[in-house]
């Protein structure tokens, strides 16, 4: 079976609509035709300074809502990715062969970067995509479910892994992104320009997962559309009630086109309140769920310990064949 991997940094409290549309939704319809990797990328969060106990509970916040998604670990294995050493060993290797100027072309450490000035950006800001070649690469993963901002650190890693095989002779596999058209790129209720992210300007345009549902239900309905008054879908002309359908169609199951019939001759307001409806009758369920998983801490250590063990006798054969192919001593 051709393997998946993918992750998500436990930088919040909650993941928000964006992760659960753009990426996690997808890991668990994966689950049922490959075989299936999850990590809570601890080690990228501390590229942002957190308070260390917080970032603990973090994690274990992280994984409790990708099994209340529908993560099933008796079908795919989900760990830390601290607990698995081998990703911050290989990540050295490949850094030894990642041009400086390769990587100060990531967009994203670009934007970053700029926002916190030089001082107070950290190195690991800037080796953070040679950290997430290695999560890839580690385990042959040949897709890698992510929305649509991760595009260009997957064609890091797909350029890393030709080099790396160019030179030293087949070693890795080359992975592909999988990115659901539909869903790539939730966007901020406030400025739906924007892509929805914990660091958006207002709290309001953001829907977290563990949000109150009646804070949620406030937020759609202050969602900012247009000047017009027609539901149409029409990202460039209308991106806020683009997005809004975008939200509804990926909960409700209903087709674009079917909402855009329903909603034909009816104002923004009755598509807010519906949205509100759909996306709150998700929420109450699901935190139900992340509750239960949270309630019993000892349980969701257990998955974990299960998931590193599982995935380590494949990072330790992927690293010692690397280790071997750029000529470091073998350890007697
Ligand atoms: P992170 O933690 O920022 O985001 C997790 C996932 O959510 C997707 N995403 C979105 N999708 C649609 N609309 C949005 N507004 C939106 N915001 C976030 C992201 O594309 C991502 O799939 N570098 C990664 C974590 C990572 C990783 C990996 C991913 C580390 N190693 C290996 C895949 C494979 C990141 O920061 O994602």
Aim: glycine fraction near 6%; include cysteine; hydrophobic fraction near 40%.
């Amino acid at each position: 079976d051709a393997r998946i991997l993918s992750g998500m940094q436990p930088t919040s409290d909650s993941l928000h609509l964006g992760n659960y549309l753009g990426a996690l939704t997808s890991w668990v319809g994966l689950q049922d035709s490959y075989e299936t990797i999850y990590t809570v990328v601890d080690l990228h969060s501390l590229t942002v300074a957190t308070d260390p106990q917080l970032l603990r509970e973090r994690t274990r916040r992280t994984a409790a809502q990708y099994l209340a998604a529908g993560v099933d670990p008796s079908r795919s294995a989900l760990f830390v990715q601290s607990h698995v050493p081998e990703h911050a060993q290989l990540a050295w290797v490949l850094s030894c062969h990642t041009g400086f100027g390769e990587a100060a072309r990531m967009t994203q450490f670009k934007d970053k970067s700029a926002r916190h000035g030089n001082d107070a950006t950290n190195v690991g800001l800037f080796t953070y995509p040679i950290l997430m070649a290695a999560d890839i690469l580690l385990y042959d993963a040949a897709l890698v479910p992510v929305g649509e901002d991760q595009r260009q650190h997957l064609e890091l890693t797909r350029d890393l892994a030709q080099r790396f095989n160019a030179r030293f002779g087949q070693t890795f596999v080359v992975p592909e992104p999988h990115i659901v058209r539909a869903t790539a790129k939730i966007y901020d209720l406030q400025e739906p320009t924007a892509k929805m992210s914990k660091s958006a300007s207002s709290p309001n345009g953001l829907i977290e997962l563990l949000d109150d549902p009646k804070v949620v239900a406030k937020r759609i309905r202050s969602a900012v559309t247009d000047a017009e008054r027609e539901i149409r879908f029409d990202p460039v002309a209308k991106p806020g009630v683009s997005n809004l359908l975008t939200i509804h169609s990926a909960l409700s199951g209903r087709t674009v086109a079917e909402l855009e019939q329903d909603y034909a001759g009816r104002g923004y307001g009755d598509l807010k309140k519906d949205l509100a409806e759909v996306v709150v009758g998700f929420l109450e369920p699901f935190q139900e769920r992340v509750h239960g998983y949270l309630d019993d801490p000892a349980s969701l250590d257990d998955v974990l310990a299960e998931g590193a063990e599982r995935v380590r006798v494949v990072a330790r054969e992927t690293l010692a064949r690397v280790y071997d192919r750029v000529g470091l001593l073998p350890a007697r």
